[in-house]
């Protein structure tokens, strides 16, 4: 699993829906580094903090999910 292309995936919808990482963080209850280092795909998120972040952002884990990571 390369952790950059979750990252990216969910910057790209956090920006889209409107919150900056300390807004999401806090959200999430967790850190803003901690944040930061999912986001830069240092940190993989577990399955419970992509749950959690599907929950806050409204998409599914699954539009998180990169596509070549998805169950065909």
Request: hydrophobic share 35%; proline share 3%; glycine share 8%.
């Given at each position: ?5 979750w990252?990216?995936r ?7 829906k409107g919150?900056?990482?300390?807004r999401l963080?806090e959200?999430?209850?967790?850190s803003v ?14 399955d419970h903090m992509?749950?959690k ?5 409204g998409?599914s ?6 596509e ?5």
């Amino acid at each position: 699993m390369e952790t950059d292309k979750w990252g990216r995936r969910i910057r790209a919808f956090r920006k889209l829906k409107g919150f900056t990482q300390e807004r999401l963080a806090e959200s999430l209850g967790i850190s803003v580094s901690v944040f930061g280092e999912i986001e830069r795909g240092t940190r993989l998120p577990t399955d419970h903090m992509l749950v959690k972040i599907s929950e806050v952002l409204g998409v599914s884990v699954e539009e998180l999910t990169p596509e070549d990571e998805r169950i065909k």
